[in-house]
């Protein structure tokens, strides 16, 4: 891991806890999630986001007030509100990614849940996902919930990412390790 990501992780795992522990003082616990999931979803819009918590050209004013407008238009809650201002003012936005990470894990982990990183092929079906999620939570032991993408170089199969534990069943892997042991014949 770079020094630059180690250290926005490490921030954000400080501002997560602080919102996370708060939120579950005051019972708040579904209203954090809600919040972390528009701001996630918000991230993942455009890069306009993304380019203003993490330029330096801007001030920490500019940063402040485009935040507080971004969360004031999002209707989020004002403990939520409070700590991107908090950021802003810290000139810590660039760690607002690593917070909402930090968040949904934390929030899912209260809720006896793990995401599970699915990369197929092709898009998956609703009984496929149901499969996968039902699998899962057997090998796993909590509810599975899935993050799924398509990467057509997959050529057919899965790439499944639970926590630090990654199985890919992927063709482009086996034709690899295929191709890696007739190297090693020839």
């Known amino acids: 891991m770079s020094e630059t990501a180690s250290i ?6 400080r ?5 996370f522990e708060l939120s579950k003082d005051d019972k708040a616990l579904p209203v954090l999630e809600n919040d972390t999931n528009a701001m996630s979803d918000a991230l993942e819009a455009g890069p306009e986001l993304g380019a ?7 001030s920490r004013g500019e940063q402040g007030a485009a935040i507080a ?8 809650s004002p403990l939520f509100t409070n700590t991107l201002g908090l950021m802003a003012d810290k000139r810590r936005l660039f760690a607002l990614p690593q917070l909402v990470a930090a968040l949904q894990a934390r929030i899912a982990d209260e809720k006896g ?3 599970a990183e699915v990369t197929s092929a092709q898009p ?3 009984n496929q996902k149901k499969a996968l999620a039902k699998t899962l939570k057997e090998q796993v032991g909590k509810d599975v919930i899935l993050n799924t993408t398509v990467d057509e170089s997959l050529i ?10 990654m199985i890919d069943s992927s063709i482009r892997s086996k034709l690899a390790n295929l191709q890696n042991v007739m190297k090693e014949v020839g």
Do not use: D, N, R
């Open 52 to 58: 203003m918590i993490s330029s330096p050209v801007y």
């Open 156 to 165: 057919g199969g899965l790439v499944v990412k639970v926590g630090s534990k």
């Open 124 to 126: 998956l079906t609703v």
């Open 8 to 13: 926005s992780t490490s921030i954000a795992q």
């Open 15 to 19: 501002y997560a806890a602080a919102l």
């Open 69 to 76: 407008a971004v969360a004031k238009k999002m209707e989020l």
């Open 113 to 115: 849940e793990v995401t």
